[in-house]
């Protein structure tokens, strides 16, 4: 049972444009949601939360959606690098005080310059 | 890089073989994390300990155990091991609860 999802496994977008990567899940008791960028041989690397008490949180060229009725939630860049190629996972964490988190599959973004 | 160190980087070994994997936190982080990912796969969470105590425990297999040390360091034991075990095993660490996790790079293991 997959809680998390990142039903786009692959991405394509022009350098300068707008990437959007999709994320849905199934618990309504997630209440943290972070994104992270994987390059290959590296560890993943944390870019972006939010808590489920905002529907919006931006960085830079980094923002995350929540839309808790939904139950999804999206990581845009603007405007996207090629530095920006890289695994995308989305993840979920279950209620105050827990420390378990769930990961989506992950989506490859290719900018494409 | 993250701070998290993972040893060692790659791993081979045969079928009903033991190993362990040892990972070094980042400073002053309390928790930390093992993760499980398999090819085409996302990160599976495999245990999460909390200065030295256990706190979640996920998909981990019953020939698969963790400790955490007195000096946060963490190790983590595969037993037994099976085909299917071949995979990148990451470590992360973070603060506390609802924080950022960082990670490690990684022990590739592979099982012949």
């Known amino acids: 049972d997959q809680q998390v999802k990142q039903n786009s496994p692959s991405l394509s977008v022009q350098e300068g444009r707008i990437s959007i990567l999709n994320c849905d899940y199934t618990?309504?008791?997630?209440?943290?949601f972070l994104w992270y960028k994987k390059y290959p041989a590296e560890g993943p690397t944390f870019l972006i939360s939010?808590?489920?008490?905002?529907d919006k949180n931006e960085d830079g060229r980094f923002t995350v959606f929540l839309n808790k009725s939904a139950k999804h939630l999206s990581l845009h860049i603007v405007p996207s690098q090629p530095g920006d190629s890289a695994v995308y996972f989305c993840?979920?964490?279950?209620?105050?005080?827990?420390?378990?988190?769930?990961f989506g599959t992950g989506t490859r973004l290719k900018v494409l310059a | 890089d993250s701070g998290v160190t993972q040893t060692p980087k790659h791993l081979i070994t045969a079928t009903g073989q033991r190993v362990t994997l040892r990972c070094s936190p980042r400073s002053g982080d309390l928790s930390v994390y093992w993760y499980q990912q398999s090819l085409d796969q996302g990160l599976q969470f495999l245990i999460q300990y909390y200065n030295g105590e256990e706190r979640a425990k996920g998909n981990i297999l019953e020939r698969f155990s963790a400790q955490q040390f007195p000096d946060l360091h963490s190790e983590l034991n595969l037993s037994s091991l099976e085909l299917g075990d071949s995979a990148l095993y990451f470590c992360?660490?973070?603060?506390?609860?609802?924080?950022?996790?960082?990670f490690g790079d990684g022990t590739r293991l592979s099982i012949l």
């Open positions: 939010i808590s489920s008490i905002k």
């Open positions: 992360a660490s973070s603060v506390d609860v609802h924080q950022p996790q960082h």
């Open positions: 993840a979920a964490s279950e209620g105050p005080g827990t420390y378990k988190y769930i």
């Open positions: 618990n309504s008791m997630f209440d943290y």
